[in-house]
């Protein structure tokens, strides 16, 4: 899952980062709105964290821009891709498939008036790490219907605990490696490139070339032993499906 953060604390931008590439997410930061504008114009985002008190404008402004809610019209795997909401005074901007907003401002009306303009939730400052990823994993269930265990055949994974098991053994992995295989069983059956890979599982701070989805697939593919699970689908990408 790849999030939007718009966050113009830096040293509360700094450990929500950390936190959330520890926990698998692959994270873009943003300090304004016209950064975040800047990356939503190119990045179909899973998830946008956004904050409202922002030194160029207010987050909610920018909500707006994005239009109507990304989880019920955009694609399932982060807004839409060829389309969009444009700011009449911005560029054409990807709505990501759902929004949380990230603030101070804890009055009823606030709240209100964040989710009347489009979020799909509203979370207080000063918040509990742990919450803030509670909540990504109601949105990522909200967004395709699924629990908080995901399986094909005898492998499962826990997105709440981390734990992945296949025919009941422990199967360890880096975060990104975890990140790949959630990805993978959000999709179960389709075809996935490694363009959108990179896309929903790598960050702005990830090596940019191809040949690192190739790297970390060989390595996953081994960890989750015989028979494969991940296969090779030739010209067009990589299918997650259950062994025969």
Sequence with gaps: MRILLLEDDEDLADLVALGLRNASYAVDRA???????????????????????????????????LGGNGGDGGSRDGGSRDGGSRDSSGPQLRRPARVLLLTARDAVADRVAGLDAGADDYLVKPFHFAELLARL????????????VLGVGDLTLDQATHEVRRAGREVRLTTREFALLRY???RPGEVLSAEELLEHVWDANADPFTGSV???????RRKLGEPPLIHTVTGAGYRLREAP
């Design 31 to 65: 300090a304004t709105r016209a950064k975040a504008e800047e990356l939503l114009a190119v990045t179909a985002y899973d998830v946008a964290c956004l904050d409202l008190g922002l030194p160029d404008g207010d987050g909610l402004d920018l909500l707006r821009s």
């Design 137 to 148: 994993r109601a949105l990522a269930r909200r967004s395709d219907e699924r629990g908080a």
């Design 184 to 186: 993978f069983l959000h």
């Design 214 to 220: 190739r790297v970390i697939l060989s390595r996953l």
